[in-house]
């Protein structure tokens, strides 16, 4: 079956980077988009972006522009999400998604000086 | 970007029930390729989202017939013909028709 892990909580001071990881099992990694969506405390769910896992081809919200870099492994079947400059605001459960239809476990990312 | 709004905000409803409930969209939702990208998500308490519903109407694997959804353009509907006590949690309406994709508020479920 299909299984996103992603990797452990993190806590990062104002201004440095953080990268997810998202590692997939149980179906064809490069024929499938890995989307990453985050949901703030409270808030609604954010999409950020997502890579054509096949291609690398990528996409981000404009919001995120400039902060976020999506980037992927085929030879591991994983994905990452790269987000730097990170504040406070940033703080967040950080999901990846398998074209939307399968989620990861998220990834707690507290930003925290 | 494409404003969703989800009513109501919080739906108390009793065991066995029907419960419903709406997203609207600030513009139209159908695509280009005469496909609507509307989909409901749900998400258990302490859970990551899952997809219960996309393209309106259509039920992804594994999810119970008692969920159904509808509507068309702007305007969507989730229903739950009876309610059980595993379909505690928020649901979220997601529209994919126009990038970046967007979410609703949330719809919170609990049993009375």
């Known amino acids: 079956q299909v299984q996103l892990v992603q990797s452990g909580a993190e806590v990062k001071k104002p201004g440095a980077s953080v990268k997810v990881s998202c590692k997939a099992s149980?179906?064809?990694?490069?024929?499938?988009?890995m989307h990453w969506v985050r949901q703030a405390p409270g808030q609604r769910l954010e999409w950020m972006g997502w890579?054509?896992?096949?291609?690398?081809?990528?996409k981000y919200s404009q919001k995120f522009q400039g902060r976020v870099t999506i980037t992927r492994d085929t030879s591991a079947s994983t994905a990452y999400m790269e987000l730097s400059s990170l504040r406070s605001e940033d703080t967040a459960v950080y999901y990846c998604?398998?074209?939307?239809?399968?989620w990861g476990q998220g990834t707690l990312v507290t930003v925290s000086s | 970007d494409i404003v969703m709004t989800q009513t109501p905000l919080s739906s108390p409803v009793t065991l066995g029930q029907p419960a419903s409930i709406s997203c609207r969209s600030s513009?139209?939702?159908?695509?280009?390729?005469?496909?609507?990208?509307l989909s409901w998500l749900q998400q258990r308490p302490g859970q990551p989202p899952r997809l219960l519903i996309y393209?309106?109407?259509n039920r992804f694997s594994g999810v119970p017939d008692r969920f159904s959804g509808s509507g068309a353009g702007t305007d969507f509907t989730l229903k739950i013909s009876r309610v059980e006590a595993e379909d505690v949690g928020v649901y979220y309406c997601?529209?994919?028709?126009?990038?970046?994709?967007?979410f609703g508020q949330g719809t919170k479920l609990e049993i009375k």
């Open positions: 997601m529209q994919a028709t126009q990038s970046p994709r967007t």
């Open positions: 393209r309106i109407s």
């Open positions: 998604a398998r074209s939307g239809e399968n």
């Open positions: 890579i054509n896992a096949g291609s690398g081809d990528t």
């Open positions: 149980g179906y064809t990694f490069t024929n499938y988009a």
């Open positions: 513009q139209s939702l159908v695509h280009s390729d005469g496909n609507t990208y």
